[in-house]
């Protein structure tokens, strides 16, 4: 009992002082990191690293029973091997009762600007994929474009590099990875599909839970910071989708995707704005309905336009942000062969609300929404949010 006691407190004590250091609150779209960024970049007072971010949330439909929910809570470790190569994993809990790992991976600096990774990495479309901290963004829940057209959070295995042409303000990422899964044998002979109509790709996502991979996909992201306040980002991910060994050979099994997001994000003084814009392009998707009884689209998009403006004075500590949010995103933009569009998937979010940094790394939301869809005959409710994060 008293070896253990000893090894415990030895470990706490490391843990203490290995620690990342508590960034400021960073309005600045250019200097903004994320997680396995700041664990990366040398910020620290020893080889291991450590940190989380988390959120509590209350969501009250109009007319109905409120929910409770601790979201998720997300455990950061790293570890520095040598000068140049580092390993950064983060472990994540969600609603308290499910643990998946969101990353891990190793980063190599080959060269300056030019860094080789491996392993279970995040796929660079669009904002929220990459920068999802409680404290990066406004709205207690994420922008719901980021939720049915950009899966997040949308992580897969893969290889690539990553890196900046500073002499050129920008920033590069390619990888290559595997695919979403669209298709798996339901053991009776037949086939279930893991995509449909509502939710898009979101149900395909490996997440790297023994991953099936029969043809690689390519994602790429260029992030332009030339101008002072302002960073663009331009996003593509090409490929298929991953079926199992006893049920790729059928028609239908798989299906092409080309997905391009075009975002922006900027700030100057008190005022902060970001936008996003995301369109992906589904081929054979009539011969994968016919094959599993779907309703899949053979075009998604989505777009959305925020303004927030910080409404104490400048030189404080704390920043009190009002905000508002326009969003509208569709699973059936298009569709293949005899399948209707359901207007139910046409889908409309304002958003507006009240983000509190009550201190660097600690934010208090609230925010009310106003759900509405293309469809006459469906009826979208309103909801209420309130949520505590904290990031360190």
């Known amino acids: 009992m008293r070896k253990t006691i000893i090894l415990c407190a030895a470990l706490m004590s490391s843990l203490a002082f290995s620690q990342t250091k508590t960034d400021s609150i960073q309005l600045d779209p250019q200097k903004q990191i994320n997680a396995a960024q700041r664990l990366l970049s040398g910020n620290y007072a020893s080889a291991v690293t450590v940190g989380a971010y988390g959120e509590m949330l209350y969501n009250q439909p109009n007319g109905q029973n409120g929910e409770l929910d601790v979201q998720r809570l997300v ?5 520095r091997f040598d000068d140049r190569t580092q390993f950064v994993t983060e472990v994540e809990f969600e609603h308290v009762e499910e643990v ?6 190793v980063n190599y600096n080959a060269a300056p600007n030019f860094n080789v990774r491996g392993g279970l990495m995040l ?3 669009g904002i929220i994929n990459e920068f999802h901290e409680p404290t990066t963004f406004n709205g207690t829940e994420r922008p719901t474009i980021d939720n049915v057209i950009v899966p997040t959070t949308w992580r897969e295995l893969g290889v690539g590099v990553t890196g900046r042409f500073n002499a ?3 920033g590069y990422q390619a990888y290559v990875f595997n695919g979403f899964k669209s298709t798996e044998a339901d053991g009776e002979g037949g086939v279930n599909g893991k995509l449909g109509g509502s939710s898009g790709l979101r149900g395909g996502r490996q997440k790297g839970i023994k991953s099936t991979i029969n043809t690689p996909n390519l994602s790429t992201k260029l992030d332009y910071y030339g101008i002072p306040g302002l960073r663009l980002g331009f996003s593509t991910y090409f490929g298929r989708t991953q079926a199992d060994d006893d049920v790729q050979e059928f028609d239908g099994s798989d299906i092409g995707i080309a997905m391009f997001g075009l975002d922006a994000r900027y700030a100057y003084q008190k005022f902060t704005a970001r936008g996003q814009f995301i369109h992906a392009s589904l081929s054979d998707t009539e011969e994968y309905n016919t094959l599993t009884n779907s309703n899949l689209g053979s075009a998604l998009q989505g777009w959305y336009l925020e303004g927030a403006y910080n409404i104490l004075p400048m030189g404080n500590r704390q920043k009190l942000f009002a905000f508002a949010r326009y969003e509208t995103y569709n699973t059936h933009a298009d569709v293949a062969g005899n399948l209707t569009k359901n207007e139910a998937y046409d889908r409309t979010d304002v958003t507006t609300g009240l983000t ?5 790394g600690v934010v208090v939301k ?3 929404q106003f759900r509405s869809n293309a469809d006459d005959d469906s009826d979208v409710t309103d909801r209420l949010n309130f ?3 904290v990031w360190f």
């Open 356 to 360: 509190y940094h009550i201190a660097p």
């Open 366 to 368: 609230g925010d009310y």
């Open 100 to 105: 998946y790992i969101e990353q891990a991976f």
């Open 168 to 170: 050129i303000s920008l």
């Open 75 to 79: 455990l950061l470790f790293g570890y």
């Open 123 to 125: 796929v660079p479309m």
């Open 387 to 389: 949520g505590i994060g």
